[in-house]
């Protein structure tokens, strides 16, 4: 299989930017909304002043925020990529698509009418990022969905011309249950944490994993 896009997300202080600044990753996740990995974007800017982050796409999480500040943050933060994890309508999209140069993600829950969703959605935005639905919960779970839904997901971004990222429960141990199915992106963050913050350990074994394909014993 082709080679996975790696997003780590919920960077949190300036620590895990020092760690995932030097991993495989190829995209770097700050939340900026309520989540106890958020982050202020004015700190995530003086972290960037600090760590060599060229070589890495970022990527700001938001939920329901105004599309003005969001358009602002991307801006002060020199944001790659924008990921959209509410329920933002097709007009907000619109609206932010305007007003930046950014790529849009579009987060969305695995279900029964999700492929529909990607379908509706599509026009709007560059990317979609499905993830496992937990009651109350927008995402950060670490709580996996039926992996064998990817190949439909997989052709709904495909035929839309889309990226694709899956999200929710991947970790060092999980990984090779999801490359199974090939998926072109792998979103995580909880996988990679110990004791709250991104572990360069378990960063290190699962792009060993994923990369190379080696499965090694802990």
């Not at 106890?36 to 982050?53: H, L, N, Y």
């Not at 329920?87 to 999700?114: F, N, P, Q, V, Y």
Request: overall charge negative; some cysteine.
């Amino acid at each position: 299989m082709n080679k996975p896009s790696l997003k780590y997300c919920g960077i949190h202080s300036l620590a895990d930017l020092q760690v995932t600044a030097r991993s495989n990753a190829d995209y770097l996740g700050f939340i900026f909304a309520e989540s106890k990995r958020a982050a202020d974007p004015a700190d995530v800017k003086s972290w960037r002043e600090q760590i060599d982050t060229e070589e890495k796409q970022l990527v700001g999480v938001f939920v329901n925020e105004d599309v003005r500040r969001i358009a602002q943050i991307a801006e002060d933060v020199e944001l790659d990529v924008i990921q959209l994890h509410g329920d933002e309508s097709a007009e907000d999209i619109k609206r932010l698509k305007s007003m930046t140069d950014c790529e849009i993600w579009k987060a969305l829950h695995h279900g029964s009418g999700t492929v529909q969703k990607m379908k509706t959605i599509a026009p709007y935005i560059d990317g979609f990022v499905i993830d496992s639905s937990v009651k109350g919960m927008r995402g950060g779970t670490g709580i996996s969905f039926s992996w064998e839904s990817v190949p439909l997901y997989k052709e709904a971004a495909a035929r839309e011309g889309k990226r694709l990222f899956i999200a929710g429960g991947v970790s060092p141990k999980s990984i090779g249950d999801l490359l199974r199915w090939s998926p072109p992106g792998i979103d995580l963050a909880s996988g990679i944490e110990e004791k709250g913050q991104k572990s360069e350990k378990l960063m290190n074994l699962l792009e060993e994993r994923m990369f190379d394909h080696v499965f090694i014993s802990e």
